[in-house]
């Protein structure tokens, strides 16, 4: 059984900074894509940010450019996401996801038709 394992969230003001981390444990499966996704009160899950394994491509939603940084460790069971420079928008539970299908992610951001795994979410609160 595969399972990920989010930490790293809280609440932080405006301007601050914080660290996702998700383990990934379990059943090793071969992921083609890793990322984050996060989902408001009221609105749609939308993807923040990806890695296509294969090619160590990164993707990021404009809303993060610039001050979102996605990285993973050498032995690929551990994500983080590095969030600076935060904004009250970015408030949501975030989630960590990987996809099992060979093409998923790969010329562009995950979508949440590619994620054959998910996290249980960690709240982020940003106040002003």
């Known amino acids: 059984q595969v399972q990920l394992v989010e930490s790293g969230g809280g609440s932080v003001q405006v301007g601050g900074s914080l660290t996702l981390s998700c383990a990934f444990a379990?059943?090793?499966?071969?992921?083609?894509?890793v990322g984050w996704f996060r989902q408001a009160p009221g609105k749609e899950r939308e993807g923040v940010t990806s890695?296509?394994?294969?090619?160590?491509?990164?993707y990021y939603t404009d809303s993060v450019k610039g001050r979102f940084t996605i990285s993973q460790d050498n032995a690929g069971k551990l994500l983080y996401l590095q969030m600076n420079s935060l904004k009250p928008e970015d408030t949501a539970m975030y989630y960590c996801?990987?996809?099992?299908?060979?093409?998923?992610?790969?010329?562009?951001?995950?979508?949440?038709?590619?994620?054959?795994?998910w996290g249980q979410g960690t709240q982020v609160t940003v106040s002003s």
């Open positions: 996801a990987a996809g099992a299908r060979w093409n998923c992610g790969r010329f562009r951001l995950m979508n949440n038709s590619d994620i054959t795994h």
């Open positions: 379990g059943y090793t499966y071969n992921y083609y894509c």
């Open positions: 890695i296509y394994i294969g090619a160590g491509t990164t």
